[in-house]
């Protein structure tokens, strides 16, 4: 049975379960706050288009192994779109060190081992446009979501049944078969459910970090920097994380994240100049960031909350509204600075066309849907939120002046010896970052590599090299936090002077 269904945001989450549902037949309106984007191409869209919706709109975006298979394999039109719009596709031979190059050879799989770069507003306009041609989905722009309609008289359960927006000044009503909330981070749903008198249980774990963004062009004539090279163009320091995403049509994005304690290197990185100044300290950026070879697009700009939650909408197995369903980070949120979004949102969503298929009814609808979300979901949730933790834990150890966290028994203890034994065996064999990729890539669960006999017998022979030279491995080379501290300064004094 084809179904009239209501989304809540178009953006990437939004028009992907509208994919997703409209290849089942059925009738798709999307609902946006914000403006349709402009007309014209890539650089338009990402310096002119108004997207308050979104609020990694600027930020840096790429499309995981498992978002590329799915397009690849159910929208491989909308794929060549990416293509033609600039978006570059980057294999598993094109991520590996220099050391790990040299040993490769295809094996099978790792042509699943790929992801897809380019700005977030390429991405969006080229999805919008070709969401636009599907004759079963409209999308009614620059309209605000006021409330939802729900049957009157039933206590037992909120059931709904359409929407009421507002637009050009006017009150308007939805009739749906279905709701789905798309509307990210910043959804309303739980608070107007919480006005019906239900109750909304959410996990809720900080990561303590600040990322921050800055945009370049490459000059005319000027090619990328290797990318095999011996300096690594993301990583850790200790006290920060880097990274470069490449982007479409010669432009590309650095990020640099910090914990939320590292208030002075905060308070630099703000500034253009402090930005710049951090990253050319970096080998890794610094071949990037060389002045006479490219142009910054943009100033310096954060963000921050950045937080795992996780909402129930379902508990003791009775769904919280019948007719409703959230997806993506309206649902379900992780630290954006891993990349699981996008990937986590399409996946969420063909989760759902598929529960809507297989039933009618709305109570087993909302069941399978929570229970196949903890399933494929709630393993990449934890294991996110467990690199959360041990991320902030590794950040006091450096602030303190130590390599390594100090554990409080035994099992902790051998736990992140595994865990730095682990990374250091991923830098140089090829058996083991090839599985670390499938996890990072979302293609298997978390850690799902790890029982493989040959992976943990590597894994337990870099143990005995002793936790310190295994954490040290995960440091690559640049500044440490003093000299940092200093470059900060010796910057500030030039600049009074």
């Given at each position: ?9 178009s ?14 037949g ?31 709109f600027?930020h840096?975006?790429?499309?995981l ?50 992801i ?6 390429t ?5 919008r ?31 709904l ?19 789905i ?11 107007w ?45 200790g006290?920060?994380k ?15 994240c910090?914990?939320i304690?590292?208030?002075i290197?905060?308070q630099?990185?703000?500034s253009p100049?402090?930005?710049?100044a951090?990253?050319r ?7 990037w ?22 909402r129930?909408?379902?508990?003791e197995?009775q ?23 996008c990937?986590?949102g ?21 069941l ?21 933790k ?9 602030a ?42 979302l ?6 590599f ?46 009074a002077?």
């Amino acid at each position: 049975m084809t179904e009239k269904i209501a989304i809540v945001g178009s953006g990437i989450c939004g028009m992907c379960t509208s994919l997703a549902l409209a290849k089942h037949g059925h009738q798709i309106t999307l609902f946006e706050r914000d403006v349709p984007p402009p007309a014209g191409g890539a650089d338009q869209a990402f310096f002119e288009w108004d997207r308050k919706g979104a609020a990694q709109f600027r930020h840096p975006h790429a499309f995981l192994g498992l978002m590329c298979n799915l397009l690849q394999d159910n929208y491989p039109e909308l794929l060549e779109d990416f293509y033609r719009a600039g978006a570059r596709r980057i294999d598993f031979a094109d991520m590996l060190a220099p050391e790990l190059l040299s040993k490769y050879s295809p094996s099978e799989g790792d042509d699943k081992l790929w992801i897809l770069m380019c700005r977030r507003a390429t991405i969006e306009t080229v999805l919008r446009r070709y969401v636009e041609r599907i004759d079963n989905i409209e999308i009614i722009n620059n309209c605000n979501i006021t409330g939802f309609i729900s049957e009157e008289g039933n206590t037992s359960s909120i059931k709904l049944k359409g929407l009421n927006y507002s637009k050009d000044g006017q009150n308007h009503e939805f009739f749906s078969n279905l709701v789905i909330d798309a509307s990210g981070r910043t959804t309303k749903f739980p608070n107007w459910f919480r006005l019906q008198g239900a109750t909304i249980t959410e996990e809720k774990d900080n990561a303590e970090i600040v990322y921050f963004t800055r945009h370049y062009k490459l000059n005319d004539g000027v090619e990328e920097p290797p990318r095999h090279s011996k300096e690594r163009s993301s990583g850790d320091l200790g006290y920060l994380k880097y990274g470069v995403f490449p982007g479409d049509n010669g432009n590309f994005a650095v990020i640099l994240c910090l914990p939320i304690d590292e208030k002075i290197l905060r308070q630099a990185v703000l500034s253009p100049e402090g930005f710049d100044a951090i990253g050319r300290s970096i080998p890794g950026l610094a071949p990037w960031l060389e002045k006479d070879k490219i142009t910054a697009t943009t100033n310096s700009f954060g963000m921050g909350d950045i937080q795992a939650v996780w909402r129930h909408y379902v508990t003791e197995q009775q769904p919280i509204a019948h007719n409703f369903f959230a997806v993506g980070d309206a649902a379900v949120r992780t630290n954006p600075l891993y990349g699981r979004g996008c990937s986590l949102g399409i996946l969420h969503a063909h989760i759902l066309a598929d529960v809507i298929s297989q039933s009618e009814d709305a109570n087993q609808r909302a069941l399978s849907f929570e229970r196949r979300t903890e399933e494929e979901i709630r393993p990449v949730f934890n294991s996110s939120l467990n690199e959360d933790k041990s991320g902030i834990k590794r950040a006091l150890a450096v602030a303190q002046g130590r390599l390594v966290e100090k554990p409080d028994s035994f099992k902790k203890w051998f736990g992140m010896a595994f865990g730095d034994a682990l990374g250091a065996a991923a830098k140089y064999e090829l058996h083991v970052i090839r599985g670390f990729m499938r996890t990072f890539n979302l293609l298997e669960k978390p850690g799902e590599f790890l029982k493989s006999k040959r992976i943990q017998l590597t894994v337990f022979r870099y143990m005995l090299r002793g936790r310190k030279k295994n954490a040290a491995e995960r440091i690559v080379s640049g500044p440490n936090r003093d000299q940092m501290h200093h470059i900060i300064a010796d910057m500030s004094s030039s600049e009074a002077l």
